[in-house]
Structure formats: structure tokens, C-alpha cells
């Protein structure tokens, strides 16, 4: 109850409510310095810890953002909050070591923003120009992690990238997820005035309804990559190209039209790779790839071991052994972690079951952001 001697609360002004934000902010910038301090305390511990220490830890990024978005209740949107905190994580990353990243380039893919949305901005992030050279880099120890594409919830799995896993003693780290959209992007100021179209092949295929509809008559040149397409298209007279608004400069581009894939419901799924295995999250995944001698009722069997312990298999891709004709791998992901007493035993009874090889190629956080 307020008193009559209280002093009265001053007037809500403008000036009143961004002074009150200064403050806030004040508070805010104090508070990421303390967390700053403290991330250098944890570099310092792992460093007199010795050995081979993981700086970066996927299963304690994920139960951060896992705790944070339970207790979120706005105003913000929980999409900006995980936003902020993947540049504070990657900021705070920093203090400890400077990690380095290949992904499969060049710039402005949409491989590239999953680097960046899995790693944040200060990540050293390095381009290279095939799915074997992300591979190579990291198994040569000269970048820490790579990101590979592996699906596209249309088009399916990028083959490349399942059979190196198999061949690699590199393992999946985790899992980033990224919506397909695509933008007609132009130095034109209207639509009218495109005469020629340049874009990645499987862009231009994701695009090809509203194309089919909109620009019938356009020549289309397929380029090697968006970045490559966005080059060639910079210098001619008359050209749009197949982009992300968000890859280009905004002062020399003009977004024509938003959104013309085919598909709004349409993913990309990338893969981070490195050595070693994430300890458990507590909401995990396990990828791994077994085969079997060609016999009737095998893949039914094999099949049985999972289903009679409740493991829920989220996706099973068959894919030819390249060792002899008709002769097949299958590539399987599942819910839980390999050290999940569950699928640790599931696992240890497949890997017993005569005529099976299995490979396990990773235990990984399920997608967070």
C-alpha cells in the first residue's frame, strides 16, 4: 500500500523508458562478463587437466538451450533466444580456443549458414570445395570439425556423405537442421526486365513450379554452386539468380520475390563430424550402419532386435556396398545414445548375431535449434 509520503512514481515518458534500458542493458553487458569469466575458468581447468580435452561439447550446448527455452515465456520468441545465446556460446567458445570449421563451400551455401547456426559467428569458419576434403581436413587434425550435407527432406539422402562415413574414423557429432528458401534476387528493379536465370542445379529444381509459372520464357544457367551463381549473375545486364536474400549484399541486390520454392515444408539436414563421442544429452541420437549376408528374413531379424526393446528407428536407407553387385549396406538412425542401457544392449546383440557387420558412426544431441 503506498503511502501519502511515498514520492510519487515519475511519469512514463519516452526518455524515462529508454533511460530504463540503459540500465538494463548495463546489467546485461555485467552479467556476460562474469559468464565470460567463468567459461575462461573452465578453459583453464581442462587446461591443467591435461590430454586430449574437448573444448567444444555439444551435449552441454544442448542441455543450455534445452534448459532455456523450458523456462522461456516471452516476450522475445524462443527462435531469437536460441539465436542470442548460439553467438554468446560461440563468443564464450572463443575465450577458451578458437575452433576451426570446414564446411562444404563456398560462401553463402546453405551448408555455410548451418556452420554458422550450429557454431555462431566466431567460429573459424573455412570453405573447401568437396564432401572428401571436409572429411580430409578434420581426419588431418587441420580443422577441429566439419559440416557435410546429408538430406533433404524431398530429395532424399547425399549419398557422398553416407559412404565417407563408412570408410572414416571420424564420427557425428550433431545434427543441424535448415529450411529451404529460396529468393529471386536481382540488380533489376522488376520482374519484367530478367532476361536470363542463373542458379544451382538442385536450386533451380527446388524453384522449378514458380520458374515454370512465372518466368517461362528465361534462359536458365546452371552454375557449380549459389555462390558461383550469384557471381556470374552480378555482372550481366538483364540477370536474376536463385539466392538467399539473406548471403547477399543488400545495397547491390534487390529481393524480387521471396519464397519461390516448390515446397514450404522443404529441410536440409547437415551433419558436424569430429573425433571422438558427445557424452549423453539425455534427448539423443545414434546413427550406425550394419550389413548381412543375402538371405530371406534377415533385414526382419535384424529389425526385431530393436523393435523388441521399445527403440524407435527414425530412418533406415539402403545404400549398394560398392564391393560387389547387389551387395547392400543399410544406414539406420535411432532414438538414445549407444551408452543408453536400451540400445547398448540392442547394439551388443546385433553386433553378435552371426553374418552382421556394424559400424557405429555416431551418438550425437537431437536437433535443438
Not at 570446414?102 to 551448408?111: H, I, Q, S
Not at 513450379?209 to 536458365?220: C, I
Not at 536400451?342 to 537431437?366: F, H, M, N, Q
Request: charged share 25%; proline share 7%.
Amino acid at each position: 500500500m503506498t503511502s501519502m509520503l511515498d514520492p510519487p512514481e515519475p511519469p512514463i515518458t519516452l526518455e524515462y523508458l529508454r533511460q530504463a534500458i540503459d540500465q538494463i542493458d548495463d546489467r546485461i553487458h555485467d552479467l556476460l562478463m562474469e559468464r565470460a569469466q567463468r567459461v575462461r575458468q573452465v578453459g583453464e581447468y581442462k587446461e591443467r587437466q591435461g590430454g586430449d580435452v574437448a573444448f567444444y561439447r555439444p551435449e552441454r550446448e544442448a542441455h543450455i538451450h534445452r534448459r532455456l527455452e523450458a523456462r522461456h515465456r516471452g516476450p522475445l520468441p524462443v527462435a531469437a533466444l536460441h539465436r542470442i545465446y548460439r553467438e554468446i556460446i560461440s563468443a564464450s567458445l572463443n575465450l577458451e580456443r578458437r575452433l576451426s570449421v570446414v564446411y562444404l563451400g563456398p560462401e553463402a551455401t546453405f551448408t555455410h549458414q548451418a556452420a554458422v547456426k550450429q557454431f555462431g559467428s566466431s567460429t573459424l569458419a573455412l570453405p573447401v570445395r568437396s564432401i572428401d576434403e571436409v572429411f580430409q581436413e578434420v581426419e588431418l587434425r587441420r580443422a577441429d570439425y566439419g559440416v557435410t550435407p546429408i538430406e533433404n527432406s524431398t530429395e532424399g539422402m547425399v549419398h557422398h556423405t553416407l559412404d565417407r562415413l563408412v570408410d572414416s574414423p571420424l564420427g557425428i557429432w550433431g545434427e543441424i537442421y535448415l529450411p529451404v528458401s529460396h529468393d529471386l534476387l536481382s540488380r533489376e528493379r522488376d520482374l519484367a526486365a530478367i532476361r536470363v536465370l542463373y542458379g544451382q542445379s538442385t536450386t533451380i529444381a527446388q524453384c522449378q513450379t514458380w520458374l515454370t509459372n512465372h518466368l517461362p520464357h528465361v534462359a536458365v544457367k546452371e552454375c557449380p554452386s549459389t555462390a558461383a551463381a550469384v557471381w556470374e549473375a552480378r555482372r550481366e545486364v538483364g540477370a536474376a539468380v536463385i539466392a538467399c536474400a539473406l548471403a547477399t549484399d543488400p545495397y547491390e541486390w534487390n529481393l524480387l520475390v521471396p519464397h519461390i520454392e516448390n515446397r514450404a515444408d522443404n529441410e536440409n539436414r547437415f551433419l558436424v563430424i569430429g573425433w571422438e563421442m558427445p557424452a549423453r544429452s539425455g534427448q539423443d541420437k545414434t546413427s550406425l550402419m550394419f550389413s548381412f549376408p543375402d538371405q530371406p528374413g534377415f533385414l526382419h531379424q535384424v529389425l526385431g532386435i530393436f523393435a523388441s526393446r521399445d527403440i524407435n528407428l527414425t530412418r533406415i536407407e539402403s545404400r549398394p556396398s560398392l564391393k560387389k553387385a547387389w551387395d547392400y549396406r543399410f544406414f539406420v538412425d535411432l532414438e538414445g545414445h549407444q551408452e543408453d542401457p536400451p540400445v547398448a544392449d540392442a547394439l551388443a546383440a546385433l553386433a553378435a548375431t552371426p553374418g552382421v557387420a556394424v559400424k557405429i558412426l555416431g551418438s550425437y544431441p537431437r536437433k535443438v535449434l
